[in-house]
């Protein structure tokens, strides 16, 4: 009984550790907007490829994209805006205004 007690516990100690290290060290993210596409971290993503631009939160919001036929918001394409957020917002919305993709403030997950 006492060792598969302390065994739970190490193994329960391991996976927050592991994910510990896998979420929280994350490097800056870096997006760029472009008429028909963005550029996340190097990685190009055509507005016809996403289903839908969501904010999750107001006071430091995380934006998550959702490409089409995902359920879940992969966790490269979720981020938050470091400096000026609201216009990094604003400037979101406009460009997924301009290829007509819905935005807004919509509850998502990702993984880990």
């Known amino acids: 009984m006492l060792f598969s007690m302390l065994a739970l516990g190490i193994i329960w100690g391991v996976i927050v550790l592991i994910l510990g290290l896998v979420k929280y060290p994350r490097k800056t993210t870096e997006l760029l907007l472009y ?3 963005l550029l996340l971290n190097g990685h190009p993503l055509h507005a016809a ?26 966790m ?3 981020f938050r805006f470091v400096g000026d957020e609201d ?8 460009w997924a205004e301009r290829n007509d993709l819905k935005m807004g403030y919509k509850f998502f997950r990702t993984w880990i």
């Open 35 to 37: 008429e028909d596409r």
């Open 49 to 74: 490829d996403v289903k839908r631009v969501m904010i999750r939160g107001y006071f430091r919001p995380v934006i998550g994209i959702l490409p089409n036929g995902k359920k879940i918001v992969p």
């Open 87 to 94: 216009k990094g917002i604003v400037d979101l919305k406009q």
């Open 76 to 78: 490269n394409f979720a």
